[in-house]
């Protein structure tokens, strides 16, 4: 099956950077999504993004489906914005799988 | 409901009992994922119902794992003679579907399973 790498494993900033972070897959993807868990564990969706490159706020992501990878930006850091990003893609099989995630911890 | 809803959200039980639990997705969602996530990991794929096609069960690690989802709605998964491994968080998600694939997926609060 597909598989999906993110980069790096954990990632230590003070508030007010930027941070990008990396979804690396092995297959063409028809879908791609990116998840934030809060540290309470609740996962929420981010961004819809096969391909291209949205924003919202603070944060923003590409998509380069042919060279299959995707970045996640987040800029100006809160301490709100720890917690585990998760990208998860689908290709052929048709189901969403997920990636191992990225830690990000925000110190004040 | 406005969102995944999921229960209960914590279940306690003792090594060899059965239990279930159960997802009551968005209305009108057609896609019903659940993941199961153990303790500082990654989600776990363990089934999907999409409409009146026949789940993908792939993800299912044993025979004792098993889901149904009733009237394209309520999801209920069991697991049959409960072991410690079973111990996770079990998440469910629900979404509409788009060109054949998978939407913005939307997760409940999960269900925390703790087999004693």
């Known amino acids: 099956g597909i598989q999906v790498e993110q980069s790096p494993p954990d990632l230590i900033l003070q508030e007010g950077a930027n941070s990008t972070l990396r979804c690396n897959f092995s297959d063409s993807v028809n879908n791609l999504q990116w998840f934030h868990q809060n540290p309470w564990g609740q996962l929420i969706n981010l961004f819809y993004i096969p391909s291209g490159t949205k924003q919202n706020g603070r944060l923003s992501a590409t998509t380069v489906a042919t060279e299959r990878y995707s970045l996640l930006y987040i800029s100006s850091s809160q301490t709100t914005d720890s917690g585990v990003y998760f990208c998860?893609?689908?290709?052929?099989?048709?189901?969403?799988?997920f990636g191992q995630g990225t830690r990000l911890t925000i110190n004040p | 409901g406005a969102g995944v809803s999921q229960s209960p959200s914590n279940k306690v039980t003792e090594k060899g009992k059965d239990v279930e639990l159960r997802c009551d997705p968005i209305?009108?969602?057609?896609?019903l994922y659940w993941y199961r996530q153990s303790l500082g990991q990654g989600l776990e794929f363990l089934i999907y119902?999409?409409?009146?096609?026949?789940?993908?069960k792939s993800g299912l690690p044993s025979d004792r794992f098993s889901a149904e989802r009733t009237g394209g709605s309520v999801s209920t998964l069991t697991i049959q003679r409960t072991q410690q491994e079973d111990s996770a968080v079990y998440l469910c998600?629900?979404?509409?579907?788009?060109?054949?694939?998978?939407?913005?997926?939307?997760f409940g609060e999960g269900s925390r399973l703790t087999v004693l």
């Open positions: 119902f999409q409409g009146n096609s026949a789940p993908d």
């Open positions: 998600a629900s979404s509409f579907v788009r060109g054949g694939y998978t939407g913005e997926l939307f």
């Open positions: 209305s009108g969602h057609t896609a």
């Open positions: 998860a893609v689908e290709g052929g099989a048709q189901k969403l799988v």
